[in-house]
C-alpha cells in the first residue's frame, strides 16, 4: 500500500455561533471568536490517498489530477471566503477546524479518480492541526 499526500494553502474567516445557545453562552463557550464579524486563519490542507501502484503507469494517483480536485473541490469553495455564509455547509454547522475538515473529506472522497481517501489533515496555525480518518 502506497500514500500520497498533497498539500495546499487558502485563507479564510469564520466565526463560532450556535442559535440554540443565548448570547451569554455563546460568548462564553466561544469568547472572542463568537464575534459576528469574524476571525481569519491561514489553513494548510493536506489530502493523502492510499492506493496499490497501477502496472501500466507506475502511479496509485496523478498527482496533478489530485491537485485538480483539491482546486475544484475544496480551494475555489473555501479560499478567501467568509465560511459562515459563503459555504452551504457552514450555514447550518458551525465552521470549527474539525467540521471543516470533515467537510473537505466529504467533498474530496467521492471525486478521486483512482485510489481512496485515506486521511485529511487540516492546520489551522502551526501547532492545531486537525487528522480526519473518515467514518
Known amino acids: 500500500m502506497i500514500y500520497l499526500t498533497r498539500r495546499a494553502e487558502f485563507s479564510a474567516s469564520h466565526y463560532y455561533h450556535n442559535p440554540a445557545f443565548s448570547a451569554e453562552e455563546n ?12 476571525h481569519g486563519h ?28 483539491l482546486e ?23 465552521p470549527t477546524t474539525e467540521n471543516i475538515a470533515v467537510e473537505i473529506w466529504n467533498l474530496l472522497a467521492a471525486k478521486l479518480p483512482s485510489g481512496r481517501l485515506h486521511r485529511i489533515r487540516l492546520y489551522e496555525t502551526d501547532d492545531l492541526f486537525v487528522d480526519y480518518y473518515g467514518d
Open 27 to 38: 460568548r462564553r463557550i466561544f469568547g472572542k471568536c463568537n464575534n459576528p464579524h469574524g
Open 42 to 69: 491561514n489553513y494548510t490542507v493536506e489530502v493523502t490517498v492510499a492506493g496499490d501502484v497501477d502496472d501500466t503507469t507506475g502511479m496509485v494517483l496523478d498527482l496533478k489530477d489530485l491537485k485538480a480536485v
Open 72 to 94: 475544484s473541490e475544496v480551494l475555489q469553495l473555501m479560499d478567501h471566503k467568509f465560511l459562515n455564509r459563503e459555504v452551504p455547509a457552514f450555514a447550518t454547522k458551525i
